[in-house]
Protein backbone atom coordinates (compact mmCIF):
# COMPACT_ATOMS: atom_id res chain seq x y z
CA UNK A 1 0.00 0.00 0.00
CA UNK A 2 1.34 3.41 -1.08
CA UNK A 3 1.69 5.90 1.47
CA UNK A 4 -0.36 8.88 0.66
CA UNK A 5 0.57 10.85 3.46
CA UNK A 6 4.36 10.80 2.07
CA UNK A 7 4.74 13.88 -0.39
CA UNK A 8 8.31 15.15 -1.61
CA UNK A 9 9.05 18.86 -0.98
CA UNK A 10 7.83 21.24 -3.42
CA UNK A 11 10.66 22.71 -5.85
CA UNK A 12 10.88 26.32 -5.67
CA UNK A 13 9.82 28.30 -8.69
CA UNK A 14 11.42 30.84 -10.15
CA UNK A 15 8.75 33.47 -9.30
CA UNK A 16 8.58 32.18 -5.57
CA UNK A 17 11.98 33.89 -5.29
CA UNK A 18 11.08 36.77 -7.58
CA UNK A 19 8.28 37.27 -5.53
CA UNK A 20 10.48 37.42 -2.17
CA UNK A 21 13.23 39.38 -3.73
CA UNK A 22 11.05 41.97 -4.73
CA UNK A 23 9.17 42.46 -1.64
CA UNK A 24 12.75 42.71 0.90
CA UNK A 25 13.80 45.10 -1.89
CA UNK A 26 10.85 46.93 -1.68
CA UNK A 27 10.25 46.88 2.12
CA UNK A 28 14.34 47.96 2.40
CA UNK A 29 14.19 50.43 -0.24
CA UNK A 30 10.96 52.04 0.71
CA UNK A 31 10.04 51.67 4.40
CA UNK A 32 6.90 52.52 5.87
CA UNK A 33 6.41 55.78 8.06
CA UNK A 34 2.89 56.16 9.90
CA UNK A 35 1.75 59.92 9.81
CA UNK A 36 3.16 61.04 6.99
CA UNK A 37 1.66 61.87 3.44
CA UNK A 38 -1.67 61.60 3.28
CA UNK A 39 -2.45 60.61 6.99
CA UNK A 40 -2.16 63.76 7.82
CA UNK A 41 -5.81 63.62 6.96
CA UNK A 42 -7.24 60.67 7.09
CA UNK A 43 -6.11 60.09 11.13
CA UNK A 44 -8.49 62.95 12.14
CA UNK A 45 -11.18 61.34 9.72
CA UNK A 46 -10.39 58.05 12.05
CA UNK A 47 -10.16 59.53 14.81
CA UNK A 48 -13.53 61.57 14.47
CA UNK A 49 -15.35 58.49 13.65
CA UNK A 50 -14.47 56.97 16.61
CA UNK A 51 -15.11 60.22 19.22
CA UNK A 52 -17.23 63.17 17.32
CA UNK A 53 -16.55 65.05 20.21
CA UNK A 54 -12.71 65.42 19.28
CA UNK A 55 -12.57 67.65 16.69
CA UNK A 56 -16.38 69.11 16.94
CA UNK A 57 -15.27 72.93 15.46
CA UNK A 58 -12.85 71.41 12.87
CA UNK A 59 -13.82 72.34 9.08
CA UNK A 60 -11.71 70.08 7.59
CA UNK A 61 -12.60 67.15 9.62
CA UNK A 62 -16.26 68.13 9.30
CA UNK A 63 -15.85 67.70 5.45
CA UNK A 64 -15.22 63.84 5.99
CA UNK A 65 -19.15 63.47 5.21
CA UNK A 66 -18.55 64.45 1.45
CA UNK A 67 -14.95 62.79 1.28
CA UNK A 68 -14.56 60.87 -1.40
CA UNK A 69 -13.36 57.80 -0.52
CA UNK A 70 -14.22 54.16 1.05
CA UNK A 71 -11.06 54.39 3.02
CA UNK A 72 -12.81 55.32 6.51
CA UNK A 73 -15.42 53.00 6.39
CA UNK A 74 -12.94 49.98 5.30
CA UNK A 75 -10.65 51.10 7.86
CA UNK A 76 -12.47 51.64 10.90
CA UNK A 77 -13.27 48.35 12.23
CA UNK A 78 -9.32 47.27 11.93
CA UNK A 79 -8.80 50.52 13.60
CA UNK A 80 -10.80 50.61 16.35
CA UNK A 81 -9.44 46.62 17.13
CA UNK A 82 -6.08 46.95 16.44
CA UNK A 83 -4.90 50.78 16.63
CA UNK A 84 -4.47 53.26 14.01
CA UNK A 85 -0.41 52.41 13.66
CA UNK A 86 -0.93 49.13 12.82
CA UNK A 87 -3.92 49.96 10.96
CA UNK A 88 -1.95 51.99 8.58
CA UNK A 89 0.75 49.47 8.23
CA UNK A 90 -1.59 46.56 7.73
CA UNK A 91 -3.49 48.37 4.78
Known amino acids: MRNLLARSPRPIRRWDVTALVLA???WLF???Y???SDHT???PFLRAATDPTLYARDLTVQMRAVYASVFPW???PLASVA???ITFFLI
Open 24 to 26: VSA
Open 30 to 32: NPY
Open 34 to 36: YAV
Open 41 to 43: YKI
Open 74 to 76: MAW
Open 83 to 85: GLP
